[in-house]
């Protein structure tokens, strides 16, 4: 499956943006998703991940009650909404999928979108 990732910008922080990933393929309600972030000399971490039907999701820490990841299975995109933002939140924005199970490793992951750019000012 091949992903592309999009939404990412400059904005002031508290403002709000929504990412998202438009997948190929036709088996895309087959994949787990999810939404990493790497920032400047950090490790790429974990952010978001939605299990194939939409049903479960899961999120770091960090961002739990200011971020909500979704997918539309009927477009094969999944969207990462993102509230309340921070300058820490600053980073590029990847969506990864993978098979049967969401997991926060992002080495666990088999395919990748190019990442999007997001920057909060301050």
């Known amino acids: 499956v091949q992903l592309q990732a999009s939404g990412g910008g400059l904005v002031q922080a508290r403002a709000s943006l929504r990412l998202s990933c438009a997948a190929s393929?036709?088996?895309?309600?087959?994949?787990?998703m999810g939404w990493f972030r790497q920032a400047p000399g950090n490790e790429r971490e974990f952010v978001a991940g939605?299990?194939?039907?939409?049903?479960?999701?899961y999120y770091a820490d960090s961002v739990k009650g200011r971020f909500t990841i979704s997918r539309d299975n009927a477009k094969n995109t999944v969207y990462l909404e993102m509230n309340s933002l921070k300058p820490e939140d600053t980073a590029v924005y990847y969506c990864?999928?993978?098979?049967?199970?969401?997991?926060?490793?992002?080495?666990?992951?088999?395919?990748w979108g190019q990442g999007t750019l997001v920057t909060v000012s301050s």
């Open positions: 393929g036709r088996t895309f309600s087959s994949y787990v």
């Open positions: 990864a999928g993978r098979n049967i199970i969401v997991t926060t490793r992002y080495y666990e992951y088999d395919y």
């Open positions: 939605i299990s194939g039907s939409g049903r479960t999701t």
